[in-house]
């Protein structure tokens, strides 16, 4: 069997079409939901709970805000020997399971990242962002030495996340790369260009702001790290 971890807050506009994408999957393997209600406000939790009957899947409530908290949560009760993770505003594709799973093909592979694409801002701001995002983790890739897991769109085997520490829960941002340090220590994450489709909300206040917000936090994570952690 496999787990299919997503952490949500204040998604009441799209965890319903998330959950669909599940529901829509062509897998025939076994899977699980892990659904992690971040002290959501707004209908989260009431709208994800319906979705228990259609899919074998639970609704948990992590009460310490954070990503970093919300993944942890999630992870742990995962039962699966593959955990999978998406965003509670993503979309998967119909094959989306069965493509990361088929990528374990060898004990050396603990890791599978995928891309991200979006389709719901101006059509100059969703071009620039799908062609960007999968080369700024190849970039991340010659500059690290690893491929970082995305958030809304990677799996990784049960034992290593457990073996590498799991995710922090103090951070609020950047868990992922945070987690990838750690588990490429211990095998390849393997990088597929198959992507997710996500919200645009991570440039809505403008592309360039969008994005290179994240780099600081990128600077910072490998500030905080020891040469021979790298």
Request: proline residues 4%.
């Amino acid at each position: 069997m496999f787990s299919v971890l997503i952490s949500a807050y204040h998604k009441e506009k799209s965890i319903a079409q998330c959950l669909e994408s599940l529901i829509n999957q062509t897998t025939k393997e076994d899977f699980e939901i892990i659904v992690v209600d971040n002290i959501s406000t707004d209908k989260t939790h009431q709208i994800a709970s319906k979705y228990p009957r259609k899919l074998n899947m639970k609704v948990i409530k992590e009460p310490r805000k954070g990503r970093g908290s919300a993944r942890f949560a999630g992870f742990r009760a995962a039962k699966g020997e593959i955990i999978l993770s998406l965003d509670a505003d993503a979309i998967a594709p119909t094959n989306w399971i069965d493509t990361m799973i088929s990528n374990f093909k060898t004990a050396k592979i603990v890791a599978v990242t995928g891309t991200g694409r979006i389709d719901d801002c101006s059509p100059t701001v969703n071009k620039s962002f799908n062609v960007i995002q999968p080369m700024a983790m190849k970039s991340y890739r010659l500059f690290a030495g690893h491929f970082w897991l995305t958030g809304f769109n990677f799996a990784i085997r049960s034992e290593i996340y457990k073996k590498a520490g799991g995710f922090n829960p103090d951070l609020k941002a950047n868990e992922d790369i945070d987690l990838a340090i750690r588990v490429a220590k211990l095998g390849k994450i393997k990088f597929v260009h198959f992507p997710m489709t996500v919200s645009g909300r991570r440039v809505k206040n403008g592309f360039v702001k969008g994005m290179f917000s994240y780099v600081p936090g990128y600077i910072q994570q490998f500030a905080l790290k020891k040469p021979q952690d790298l």
